[in-house]
Structure formats: C-alpha cells, structure tokens
C-alpha cells in the first residue's frame, strides 16, 4: 500500500512538471511571434508635379511629415497648414514624403517635380568686367 502511494504522487509530480515545461514552451512561442511580426507596409502614392505647380495632401494629422530627399533638395517648397500639406515645385528632382493621416494610415508620398529645361547657369557670383582707362 506505501509503494503505490509512492509510485502515484511521482508519476503525479512527472505529470505536473511536463504540464509546465509545455506551458512554457507554448508561451515562448508565442512571445516570439509576437516580437516578430512585421509592421503593415506603407501605402505608396506616386505625385508628379511641374516646376510652379502645387499639391495639396489634406486630411493629415498634424505634425506628421517626416520628408526625405530623394534628389535635389531645392525641388520642393513644403508647407505644414492644420489638416493638410501644401507641396510646390521649385526645380526637378524628387522627394519622400512620411505621412500620417487622420484616420491613423501612414502612407509615403513619392514626389517628382518635372522641369521644362534644365537649370540655367549656377548661383555663384560673377566677375566684373575690367575698369576703363
């Protein structure tokens, strides 16, 4: 009668500690997979505009831009107003524009300013022309 009492408060204490090794291996688990999972990906909206041209991006939250330049950082004149961005095109080149909107959407705005022509000449100063005897 003592060995079989014995025997089931082992085979009791064998259960109890495979029950919580699996428990902890269930929660590992799940921790992990939790850590790894990836954030949504952006929406991407491509914009196009000329160089004196204007875009407006209403419905955002505000302070919520994050721009990046791609090319050119005299390409784009950005201006934070509540609710909206106001974008104008200065010369070509692009920009990426982080947003996140009211409804809590983050989306990247892909911007690319087109120019007519190339830009004329540089912005360093000339020289004078030789005094007159």
């Excluded at 050119?72 to 004149?77: C, G």
């Excluded at 909107?101 to 030789?130: I, R």
């Amino acid at each position: 009668m003592i060995i079989e009492e014995a025997d089931t408060k082992a085979s009791t204490r064998r259960f109890l500690a495979s029950a919580l090794v699996l428990l902890a291996l269930i929660a590992l688990n799940g921790s992990s997979a939790l850590a790894e999972s990836p954030k949504a990906k952006r929406r991407v909206i491509p914009v196009t505009i000329s160089k004196g041209q204007n875009y407006t991006i209403t419905g955002v939250k505000q302070d919520a831009t994050a721009p990046k330049v791609v090319s050119n950082p005299n390409a784009l004149v950005v201006q934070n107003a509540p609710g909206r961005i106001e974008l104008v095109g200065a010369d070509a080149g692009s920009w990426k524009l982080d947003v996140t909107l009211a409804t809590g959407e983050e989306v990247t705005y892909v911007v690319t300013v087109n120019a007519a022509a190339p830009p004329q000449g540089s912005l360093n100063p000339g020289t004078a022309p030789t005094a007159i005897p």
